[in-house]
């Protein structure tokens, strides 16, 4: 007896329910040991660690959206969801990838809605949410503390894309549905700049559904995601001018790179990032710019995939706008990946493995719909389901092997140095994470390997610096730190570390002179006053040391020690009463030592 087809509608329905239960499910399971992930020294260490707008507090907020991030994004939502956990959980890694995971889930849940509302047919939205939801590319936006910038501009990104397609028929309540994806389009932006391109993704909703773009009705609903796109990239591309130096000189942001390389390198990009979601290899953080003696160069290889970029053009033109799944897909890929390939850079690397986890969804929504369309008999059907069940065994696998090398810095970064054994940032970035264990000579030989690759290497010879001081070799640290000052004159963290090293040798005016050209370098170096301060109190030149302990104050009111030393600058002039005001604001954050001595002193 064959069933009514309503009835095997509602079978589907139901069995979709069931599936789509067992996939989040699946996918917690899969996620459940990057639970055990610390922070890493990449991103991580930016957003959260080494933030010092981290607390929780209406000036840190207010800066964040009205200036952005030290960091050099614009991202204040994002900020704001780290500084909530760091007020409850301080630096507890699991809570801050507890709610990546989290907010993951519900993206999938967005994703299986979205499809659902572009196709009708049966467990297709199913396969598109499991490859979004288990595909090794999405664990850097997931196993990786900073990757909460992706998980949760995704999160109100889809939301808007929802509430906008529901709006769409005007059915009533849709004016509340339109209003709402104004809003979840706001929170997009402000959670990453990437959701900029929300106006562009409508137009080709608008287009899918049919409308007619020569109407006035076409453009007029766009107009308030416009103006909201045009205020935050003004945003988005001014919040560089409030961050720290580290993060807007011009080689982190590689702007040195020739046009005509970036050109290339976004052509190679936008195929190969294509190549990596059908065929996921050699994924790693970092993936390097092809380099030759210190130049940018463009290998023989990148031209095929330049002719590969101008075949899919020409196939979009010529046969994908025939088929609204097809020319659809490639362009909401397209549209949500052109911010993305270094045109203008906008961070280190030729690609990043975060930056498909939400455009990526366009190859899936293809991949998916044309796999169903050749595979209609009940056979060939059963036949597809096994081939994507084996695929999904197969990213599970990789993607557990991602979110293992998530562990910790040196994990990840050992994992880069396999995919890429000439990646001086690499090596340089596993030094660090060496040094961070008490593990110099591993540290050392790590920055020696970075500065063999890249001789000119200030930062590896600044670090390589450092652990020379903390094994007491502080003539090969001025070494180093000399070569770091004379290839980044400006370098300011090697002017304080070489004054350090001065220091450690009583070269003490020397290491003054060494402080005052790192505050030169860097206006708001709070450690470069205080050393100063610390050697012009040694002096007995008190009354400048105070002024320096207040202006490293004024850069970090969270500065403890900063607090401590200036109360013992006023004891020594014979302030009692403004040295136990310092004295008991160091306490409260969180200096613990001559706690007794200073509870006696200043009752």
């Not at 020409?314 to 897909?329: E, Q, V």
Request: with cysteine.
């Amino acid at each position: 007896m064959v069933k009514p087809k309503k009835l095997q509608t509602e079978s589907a329905k139901n069995n979709q329910i069931i599936y789509f239960i067992g996939l989040l499910i699946l996918t917690f399971i899969l996620y459940f040991p990057s639970l055990k992930n610390q922070f890493t020294n990449w991103d991580d260490d930016a957003y959260v660690p080494s933030n010092p707008n981290i607390e929780l507090t209406k000036e840190n907020m207010k800066k964040s959206f009205f200036e952005g991030e030290y960091h050099r994004m614009y991202a204040p939502l994002t900020a704001l969801s780290h500084s909530i956990v760091y007020h409850y959980y301080k630096l507890n890694p699991k809570p801050y990838i507890f709610i990546n995971l989290l907010i993951h889930l519900l993206n999938v849940l967005l994703v299986f809605v979205f499809v659902s509302l572009l196709i009708k047919k049966p467990y297709v939205p199913l396969l598109i949410a499991a490859l979004f939801a288990l595909h090794p590319m999405q664990v850097e936006s997931v196993a990786f503390i900073a990757g909460r910038r992706d998980v949760l501009y995704v999160f109100f990104y889809l939301l808007c894309l929802i509430f906008y397609i529901k709006s769409i028929d005007r059915k009533k309540p849709y004016f509340i549905k339109y209003i709402l994806s104004v809003v979840f389009a706001l929170m997009a932006m402000l959670s990453k700049g990437q959701a900029l391109t929300i106006p562009a993704t409508l137009i080709l909703l608008s287009f899918f559904f049919g409308a007619n773009w020569k109407t006035k009705a076409f453009w007029l609903d766009k107009i308030p995601f416009i103006i909201l796109a045009a205020i935050l990239a003004y945003k988005v591309f001014m919040a560089p001018q409030y961050a720290s130096a580290a993060y807007t000189n011009s080689s982190y942001l590689v702007t040195t790179i020739p046009l005509y390389n970036r050109l290339i390198y976004a052509c190679f990009g936008f195929v190969q990032y294509i190549i990596l979601l059908l065929v996921p290899y050699k994924l790693s953080l970092a993936h390097p710019y092809p380099m030759w003696a210190g130049q940018h160069i463009i290998p023989a290889y990148y031209y095929f995939y330049v002719a590969a970029f101008a075949a899919l053009v020409f196939l979009f033109f010529k046969y994908a706008l025939k088929d609204k799944i097809l020319w659809f897909g490639i362009a909401f890929f397209a549209v949500n990946m052109v911010m993305l390939l270094q045109i203008l850079p906008n961070s280190y690397g030729l690609l990043n493995d975060h930056y498909v986890y939400f455009a990526g969804a366009g190859v899936f929504l293809i991949l998916c719909q044309k796999a169903s369309e050749k595979f209609r008999t009940k056979k060939s059907i059963s036949l597809l389901y096994v081939f994507f069940a084996l695929y999904v065994i197969i990213l599970c696998g990789l993607s557990y092997q991602r979110i293992e090398a998530f562990n910790n810095s040196v994990t990840i970064w050992t994992d880069v140095i396999k995919k890429y054994p000439e990646c001086d940032v690499a090596y340089n970035n596993r030094g660090d994470a060496y040094d961070r264990l008490g593990l110099s000579d591993k540290a050392i030989s790590n920055y020696s390997i970075a500065i063999n690759i890249s001789p000119n290497y200030a930062e590896a010879y600044s670090n390589r610096g450092y652990d020379y001081i903390t094994i007491g070799l502080y003539n090969k640290a001025i070494d180093d730190f000399d070569h770091a000052i004379k290839l980044t004159p400006d370098f300011a963290l090697a002017y304080l570390d070489r004054g350090i090293a001065k220091q450690k040798l009583g070269l003490n005016n020397e290491a003054i002179k060494d402080y005052t050209k790192a505050a030169e370098a860097k206006p708001d170096y709070d450690w470069a006053y205080f050393n100063r301060a610390f050697l012009l109190g040694e002096k007995g030149l008190i009354d400048d040391a105070i002024k320096d302990y207040t202006k490293a104050i004024t850069c970090n009111p969270g500065f403890a020690n900063a607090w401590f030393n200036r109360g013992g600058a006023w004891l020594k002039k014979g302030d009692k009463d403004k040295a136990c005001m310092d004295f008991k604001k160091a306490q409260k954050l969180g200096y613990s030592y001559d706690y007794d001595k200073i509870n006696e002193f200043c009752k």
